[in-house]
Each structure stands twice: as C-alpha cells, then as structure tokens.
C-alpha cells in the first residue's frame, strides 16, 4: 500500500471542491455538506440528514490545524433553508481568511468528530480487493470524495 503522507486535492471552480485554497498561514478546505450520525439506521432519514458549514485548516505542510463546523439544520426542517444558512455562514467564514487565494492543496489524512459525525480525511482499506492498489483510497467524510493512485489531485464521487 502506497498512500502518500500528502494526498494532493484539485481545485475546480465549479463544481465540488470550489471553495479549498491556501490564506496566510496555511490552507483550507470549505464546504456545505450533511452528515448523519455514526451508527445511525432507519427508514425516518429526513431528520437524520444535518446540515452543516465547515472549515478545516491547516499548515503549510497540510498539518491539520483545526476544524470549525456548524449545524445549520436538517432535511426535515427545511433543506433549503439549511443549506442556505450554511453557505451564509461559509461565505462570512471564508471572507475573513487573510490572503485567501482558490487553488489546490494537499493535506494529511485527519478526523473530527462532531455531534457524533465524522468529518476528515480517512485512509480507507477493500480487504476483498484483488489488485491491492485498487482496494486502497481515501476518502473525505462526510463529503464523500475518494482519492487514489495516481494521487493527482483528481478524486471520484
């Protein structure tokens, strides 16, 4: 298993990774994203759908720094207003990064547990896999992007 200590993240204007880049003092990753609780099951999902505004930073070398996330509300609520209220919130988040630019960035795997959700970059491992290197990613919770080999920054959903 070849997983770099890095793992590299394109940036792409319009679409899931639009909002990562490097401030003075390090990089970041920002996004809008629900999650449900670890361990949750049932069929009742629109109030276990929460919806969130994140901000992860981290150093120069992709050390994570820390992690500010927000409960914005759930699908039963109303998951419009939740998911508005969280790109309110991400932009006022995002406006305050000194020296902001959007560009790519790579970061060391991480986890952060939240209101029982898990947010990071987490190594993950197909046991059941044949071809070793095709059995290994990691993947980015709760966003749910995978990167692989070759480890270029390009990542499936």
């Known amino acids: ?27 970041f990753y920002a996004t809008v994203v629900a999650a449900y609780r ?22 120069e070398a992709g050390r994570h720094l820390g992690s500010r996330i927000e409960f914005t509300g759930t699908t039963a ?3 419009q207003q939740a998911i508005a209220a969280a790109r309110r919130l991400l932009e006022q ?3 305050a990064l ?15 547990r939240f209101e029982g959700a898990l947010f990071g970059l987490v ?3 197909d046991e059941e896999e044949e071809d070793e290197e095709d ?20 990542y499936d959903t």
Request: net charge negative.
């Open 135 to 154: 059995g290994v990613w990691m993947e980015l919770h709760p966003d749910g992007l995978a990167f692989s080999a070759p480890w270029n920054g390009c």
């Open 93 to 95: 988040w995002l406006d």
């Open 38 to 59: 670890e361990g949750w099951s049932g069929d009742d999902w629109q109030p276990q759908k929460r919806w969130h505004a994140v901000l992860h930073r981290f150093d």
């Open 123 to 125: 190594l993950e491992v």
């Open 77 to 79: 609520d109303g998951e």
């Open 1 to 27: 298993m070849n997983v770099p200590k890095v793992i590299p993240i394109g940036y792409q204007p319009d679409y899931r990774t639009r909002t990562i880049g490097k401030c003075e003092g390090g990089q």
């Open 98 to 112: 000194p020296g902001r630019h959007y560009q790519d960035i790579a970061i060391a795997p991480f986890d952060v």
